[in-house]
């Protein structure tokens, strides 16, 4: 079993909608969780960064982490356009193992 | 601007050949990191370095060679013995802390024919 799971997509939003980015993992022990975005042909931008479980916002952007389901979350309010990207998760427990998803594609028409 | 800098943005080269990719960066991080990701695959840690003149081997460090002689440097050394060597690299840093949040460079796209 992979370590972190992440449904590929792609998944295509209207403008405005809310939109939500999955991921499940496996090892109880991670307690960092990261959510990246990737535009094509670039590197990943570090988006949201989540300790043990609880939500965190920034913006139009939330994060949610469920320890106890092994869960992590990325919510996009009002999605723009400009939002359309690969989102990737990635987890820790430790300071240099990042394992990451394989990323889900997101279309966001105007 | 403190950032990190990849080099080149796409890179060609001749089976059998040994291509060196570099990557700098000016944020003060101990660590750093080289990531390979293939289409529809997530990324796959190849080296890191946590020090200067030390470095350790990822998931996938067969076939590469890197070297950590100055802080702000850790170039990637892709050699001929790597099979499908075809893929765009991505290098990161960050703080030597547990959970540090990792930062990437633009990326190399090397095509080997």
């Known amino acids: 079993q992979k370590e972190v799971e992440q449904d590929p997509g792609p998944l295509s939003v209207p403008e405005g909608a809310i939109v939500s980015l999955n991921c499940t993992y496996s090892?109880?022990?991670?307690?960092?969780f990261m959510w990246y975005r990737q535009y094509s042909r670039k590197g990943p931008e570090l988006l949201m960064y989540?300790?043990?479980?609880g939500n965190k916002e920034d913006g139009r952007f939330t994060a949610q982490v469920d320890k106890s389901s092994k869960y992590i979350s990325l919510f996009i309010r009002d999605s723009q356009p400009s939002d359309s990207a690969t989102y990737l998760c990635a987890t820790s427990n430790s300071g240099y193992a990042l394992n990451f998803g394989k990323g889900t594609s997101l279309l966001v028409t105007p | 601007d403190g950032g990190i800098t990849q080099s080149p943005k796409y890179l060609f080269r001749k089976e059998g050949q040994n291509v060196t990719l570099s990557c700098e960066q000016n944020?003060?991080?101990?660590?750093m990191y080289w990531y390979r990701q293939d289409p529809g695959q997530g990324l796959r840690l190849i080296y890191y370095s946590q020090i200067v003149n030390d470095f350790q081997k990822g998931d996938i460090a067969e076939g590469y060679s890197v070297s950590r002689e100055k802080k702000e440097s850790f170039p990637l050394t892709v050699t001929s013995a790597q099979k499908n060597p075809t893929a765009f690299y991505l290098c990161a840093s960050s703080a030597w802390d547990w959970g540090a949040e990792q930062y990437f460079g633009p990326g190399t796209r090397l095509t080997v024919t």
């Open positions: 989540t300790y043990s479980s």
């Open positions: 090892n109880s022990a991670f307690q960092y």
């Open positions: 944020l003060n991080h101990d660590a």
